[in-house]
Nanobody
Framework: QVRVAESGGGLVKAGGSLRLSCTAS????????MRWYRQAPGKQRDLVAS???????DYAASVKGRFTISGDNAKATMYLQMDRLTPEDTANYYC?????????????WGRGIQVTVSS
């Protein structure tokens, strides 16, 4: 069993910054990739940023240049540094670990954390 939890969300004014954290705990696992998603009201859950075990990163066009994903495999923790936030960034943010337990590969989701950006 793996539990995943996000932290660091909240309310911030436009132009401000937040740093989200997400930690996985429980069963011993290997991390293949770390990903952040977000879901705004009435919209689907979309990929925001990803980080592979090889260190490659990718970002949604809407956040490129403003958000930075990073991770610490030893701590089983990922981070999302969000700068120059806009109201359009308001959403529930979810972390997702691409994990490997023996030969079992699966994704493990956090419950989500709210980020609200006021204008």
């Amino acid at each position: 069993q793996v539990r995943v939890a996000e932290s660091g969300g909240g309310l911030v004014k436009a132009g401000g910054s937040l740093r989200l954290s997400c930690t996985a705990s429980g069963t011993t696992f290997r991390i293949n990739a770390m990903r952040w998603y977000r879901q705004a009201p009435g919209k689907q859950r979309d990929l925001v940023a990803s980080l592979t075990s090889a260190g490659a990163t990718d970002y949604a066009a809407s956040v490129k240049g403003r958000f930075t994903i990073s991770g610490d495999n030893a701590k089983a923790t990922m981070y999302l540094q969000m700068d120059r936030l806009t109201p359009e960034d308001t959403a529930n943010y979810y972390c997702n670990f691409d994990l490997q337990v023996d030969l079992w590969r699966f994704g493990s989701w956090g419950r989500g954390i709210q980020v609200t950006v006021s204008s």
